[in-house]
């Protein structure tokens, strides 16, 4: 693209307030994940955490990286970048950053999932034997649903290399293909939590600080996007508004059982009875759900 057509002109001075208001919410997502990442390494547990939400929002956010990064618009702040300024170049692709950022964090979550993935105990009750209750997923299941994460993300950059070298002319069909997948992915994420939440009454190892913190940070989110994409980037910008609505529902349930449910108190016993150092001996013969994946023979 020409660096002096209007587009890349008004891409060069892009001001202050977008540019300060982009990298305020990359620092915001990475913030956001945080406390859920501490969580599960804290608790040494992914108990709680249904293993299709984690599948649905590895695979909803790698679609949408995906999509942003075959978006039409993106090539044309690339080509423009050619000729820009460093920081006028950062400023026009902080979208990207954005939703890389985003990815990135999950698919940690997805890491750490199947790395402390409750082996010993059920996953479906904190004190429970695996023997005592076969239902509920397994850490065969985990380890499934991050082998479909890896292919998933595999198969969706071969084709969009192959449209971008091979048909050109079809990368903004792709892209918005990839934005309405990600947005029924991203609308059904939370049903398999919200069920596995409403199921045993409690969050276990789910983040309320992370949820309450990306709720509404995922309509400013979604307004910055917006601003920058416009109305035709919906498939970008949509499936955060429909993301922060679902979140506020698992959100206000998970407040409701850790604090004011009928059961909270007998959750907080099996959680103290779950994080609670066992008898030395004990441990030295049967493991505990607070078992690594990774442990030292």
Known sequence: MDPNTPYCRELA????FQPVLSVLIIIGILVSYLPQHIRIIARRSSFGISPYFVLLG????????????????TAHDVACCSQLSGPACFAGLLGVFQMGMQW????SILLLFVIYFPR???????????????SGPTYRTALTITAICLLHAIA????SVAFYL??????PAWANFLGVLSAVLASIQYFPQIYTTFRLRCVGSLSIPMMCIQTPGSLVWAASLAAREGAKGWSIWGVLVVTACLQGTLLVMGIYFEYFGPESKQNENASERLEAPAPEAVNAEQPSEETPLLQSQ
Request: charged share 10%; proline share 12%; glycine share 4%.
């Open 166 to 171: 091979r048909r050109p002319s079809a990368l």
């Open 104 to 107: 990135l964090c999950f698919f």
């Open 13 to 16: 001075s892009p001001g202050i």
């Open 58 to 73: 590895t695979t909803s956010g790698t679609s949408a990286f995906a999509n942003i990064l075959v978006f039409p618009k």
């Open 120 to 134: 010993a105990t059920s996953p479906t009750d904190p004190v429970a034997s695996v023997s005592s209750t076969p």
């Open 156 to 159: 969706t950059l071969i084709i």
